[in-house]
């Protein structure tokens, strides 16, 4: 009965061992793979466009408040 369950947490175990090794190998391949692809084909970066508003000075005391609210 313990030799069974001696076997059975073996094999259970070389199971999962085997798996994550296999993961292990995978994950690694697929981030060299993806390392490769960017430098075939990278991708475009994009400038983002910030415009300026001006806000009055009763805006400005609202947002204070709201923030001091928020912050209770």
Not at 10 to 15: C, L, R, S, Y
Not at 26 to 41: D, E, H, P, T
């Amino acid at each position: 009965m313990l030799n069974q369950g001696l076997t059975t947490m073996a094999t259970g175990m070389g199971t999962v061992f085997s798996f994550l090794i296999i993961l292990w190998f995978a994950v690694s391949m697929m981030g060299k793979i993806v390392g490769y692809l960017n430098k075939i084909f990278p991708e475009a970066i994009e400038t983002a466009k910030t415009t300026v508003k001006q806000v009055s000075a009763d805006a400005e005391v609202a947002i204070a408040i709201a923030a001091a609210k928020m912050k209770r």
